[in-house]
């Protein structure tokens, strides 16, 4: 059962500029030490960048929050499982939301899709209720 749905669409100029007028102190700010390990290896790194602040953006509206109620940008981080496929990671707030909007005897898991096409970034996150113990909760 979906629980929550959120989508997100940024301009990857829009992140090239903050990181060039910010640099560090908007990466510190917004993204985990993994994110950052992993944009900062890519090529199109502001495309990268780009990439994790709409999954980020797109994940606080699934939890029904948007950056409130103690929902903070680095309580949300991706990762890539073991397969490869991406997903989000919640810690703080985030992660207490999470588990305020899972029914009982469900674990939340979370699907996140992340693509760029020159100027435009997206991420869509869903996150659904499934049964506890089914062996496949993430995140």
Not at 3 to 15: A, F, P, V, W
Not at 81 to 91: A, D, K, Q, Y
Not at 101 to 118: E, N, V, Y
């Amino acid at each position: 059962m979906i629980i929550g749905l959120g989508n997100d669409l940024i301009d990857i100029r829009r992140i090239e500029v903050t990181l060039q007028r910010f640099g560090d102190r908007f990466l510190e700010r917004v993204f985990t030490d993994i994110e950052r390990a992993k944009s900062d290896r890519r090529a199109n790194r502001a495309a990268s960048y780009a990439k994790r602040f709409a999954a980020k953006e797109a994940c606080a509206k699934a939890l029904g929050t948007g950056f409130h109620a103690g929902v903070y940008w680095r309580d949300m981080g991706v990762i890539n499982l073991p397969s490869g496929r991406p997903t989000l990671t919640l810690t703080g707030g985030a992660a207490q939301q999470l588990l305020r909007i899972t029914p009982p005897g469900m674990t939340a898991r979370i699907d996140l899709t992340l693509t760029d096409d020159f100027p435009l970034a997206e991420a869509v996150v869903i996150i659904s209720a499934i049964p506890a113990g089914n062996g496949r909760e993430v995140g």
